[in-house]
């Protein structure tokens, strides 16, 4: 038998078949929020946002769109502010979530990582994001490209989000839009729809045991004043 000097033996839990299979399971509709990092008037990353949220819809999820505008920057006011209080409680209520945001300069948008820095790994004692789903999609204003896509991916790692393996890219986005906004017949639109499928498959797979999927070893072997005296040590 192995020996594991090094392991809380109290604390290194099986997998349990039960609380990865409940019997009793959520009926609602998946709750999908979805964030987009353009202010433009006409902003590709807004309809096809708004587009994926349409078949979100049509594939039995409810939906809801953050609008960025007026959001201010990271650290610059307090986290009671209207629209920082507003994104973090649509956080909160959602189940997974949609990220899309241009590529400008080879990255993802300012906007875009500013929604992402005001949601914070802890409210209250409850992260809001670990365990949820995360779909990604990217528009380009030329070629296409997966930068942004794969930095999203990074943050959503970050965030302890379960990030779906399908993504979007489209190149040329102003192209792929119509004079109503509506996204065009093509092959962007069709991998646009195969991560919404996605995306409400795995959410409807894991909402329910999210908080088995990310419980952790590490975290049941260092008590919350352990944790607290490691991360807030005192500059030597």
Known sequence: MDTLPNIENDCLNPTSQDALFPT?????APRILLLYGSLRERSFSRLMTEEAARVLRKLGAET???NPTDLPQPDSVDADHPKIAELRD???WSEGMVWCSPE????MTGIMKSQI????LS????????????????VNGGSQSFNTVNQLRILGRWMRLLTIPNQSSVAKAFLEFDEDGRM?????YNRMVDVMEELVKFTTLTRDIKEHLVDRYSERVETA???SARVNQKAI
């Open 24 to 28: 009793d399971r959520a009926t609602h």
């Open 117 to 120: 820095d005001w949601i914070p």
């Open 104 to 107: 400008r300069h080879g990255a």
């Open 184 to 188: 065009k017949p093509s092959p962007y």
């Open 123 to 138: 409210l209250g004692g409850v992260r809001p994001t670990q365990g949820k789903t995360l779909a990604l999609m990217q």
């Open 90 to 92: 649509l956080v909160t």
């Open 64 to 66: 809801r769109i953050f």
């Open 225 to 227: 004043a352990e944790l």
